[in-house]
């Protein structure tokens, strides 16, 4: 039996561990959200997992489990297996060839409608990137910090936006590479001039945490400025301050970042006012004993509501939510209870949709109405 999502960060996990509880999860959601905006039969979607090799004892191989989903999905309202093409690559290519030989074995393979596409050929690099170019909506698993293919088309997505991307990697990797990027090579291509800040920021900071967090931010920058939301989930190692891994999602659609926002917060840990701080094992963060250290807290999220009537006022609190929340840590549930603190100070009303009367419980349907300013 899997952990419950609160309790699996609980143990110190590996890459693969993480990959295979958490991709086709993501997957899943990613796939229906999109098809849900695209339509069944307008276009086919594309999934490429970049390091879908199988290790040695793996135990649950995310590749088969989502292969799994797809089938499993057939028939339904949103079919994946109509929907979705996947594609698979690993640079260890006789440890693909090893998925592969376990792919062909399953008893419903023949019944998949896109049988996976596996690229064990030197020419994989071109197909990759003629799917991106075909237009269809796209999420890639990868390692950004992996030479070859993945930065190709991790340069690719940057420079297109053709594709979303989920992103797994140790921070430490990933400052490595940057520091022995060469001026030609495709980490600059992908960092532009953040790669020569990030370089002048670690000559002037010797605090590793400071650097970790530049890192970051000049890497999810990379996406953001380029029209991607991005969604940053730290794991730290269990009763350590260090970082384990970093999963880093960019998605041009709103709705699926907000969808798988909304998955990872079963997985994080929270503020003492009910914010999740898309982390794991994050003791530093929880000891902080005042919410003004945190960058988002409910009572800050309050005041900004309380003066936002334009874009708010008779707006369902699920509509000013998804619009609101982009690009912050905030859920539902921190908007809702937001809004009861300024109910309670006589600054908005909650109205029943249907009968337009006001009520007293707030409901992800319930209109927000702004009392007069006086």
């Known amino acids: 039996m899997s952990a419950a999502p609160r309790d699996f960060f609980k143990i110190e996990r590996t890459a693969s561990e993480i990959k295979a509880e958490l991709l086709p999860r993501i997957f899943e959601v990613w796939a229906t959200t999109r098809l849900q905006q695209v339509?069944?039969?307008e276009t086919r979607m594309r999934f490429m997992d970049l390091q879908a090799g199988l290790e040695r004892d793996e135990p649950a191989p995310a590749a088969l489990q989502?292969?799994?989903?797809?089938?499993?999905?057939?028939?339904s309202r949103l079919d994946l297996n109509q929907g979705i093409k996947t594609v698979f690559y690993d640079a260890d290519q006789p440890a693909l060839a090893e998925l592969q030989e376990q792919v062909e074995h399953l008893p419903f393979y023949q019944d998949l409608v896109h049988p996976p596409v596996m690229l064990l050929e030197e020419s994989g690099e071109a197909l990759a990137e003629q799917i991106l170019e075909a237009g269809q909506p796209a999420l890639a698993f990868l390692n950004p910090v992996?030479?070859?293919i993945a930065q190709q088309l991790l340069l690719h997505a940057v420079q297109t936006s053709a594709s979303d991307?989920?992103?797994?990697?140790?921070?430490?990797?990933?400052?490595?590479?940057v520091k022995k990027a060469k001026p030609d090579s495709l980490f600059q291509k992908i960092f532009e001039e953040r790669?020569?800040?990030i370089k002048g920021f670690y000559k002037q900071n010797r605090n590793a945490d400071r650097r970790e967090e530049y890192l970051l931010d000049c890497f999810e920058e990379t996406f953001s400025r380029r029209g991607f939301y991005t969604l940053r989930f730290r794991i730290n190692l269990p009763d350590k301050k260090q970082t384990g891994y970093y999963l880093v999602l960019a998605s041009t659609s709103a709705q699926a970042y907000t969808r798988l926002k909304e998955l990872l917060e079963g997985y994080?840990?929270?503020?003492?006012d009910g914010v999740p701080l898309f982390g794991v094992n994050l003791q530093a963060q929880q000891m902080s004993l005042f919410q003004e250290h945190y960058k988002y807290a409910v009572a800050r999220l309050a005041q900004e509501l309380s003066g936002d009537t334009t874009r708010c006022n008779n707006r369902s609190l699920q509509y000013i939510y998804e619009q609101h929340s982009l690009g912050?840590?905030?859920?539902?549930?921190?908007?809702?209870?937001?809004?009861?603190?300024?109910?309670?100070q006589g600054l908005v009303r909650f109205i029943n949709p249907k009968t337009g009367q006001p009520v007293t419980k707030l409901t992800a349907t319930?209109?927000?109405?702004?009392?007069?300013?006086k």
């Open 39 to 41: 339509g069944m039969f």
């Open 66 to 75: 989502l292969l799994r989903q797809v089938y499993k999905s057939t028939g």
């Open 146 to 148: 992996e030479e070859g």
């Open 165 to 177: 991307l989920l992103m797994l990697f140790n921070p430490k990797t990933l400052e490595a590479a």
């Open 195 to 197: 790669l020569e800040q």
């Open 268 to 272: 994080s840990d929270y503020q003492e």
């Open 328 to 344: 912050t840590h905030y859920t539902l549930s921190n908007y809702a209870a937001a809004y009861e603190r300024l109910m309670r």
């Open 366 to 373: 319930s209109l927000i109405r702004y009392s007069p300013r």
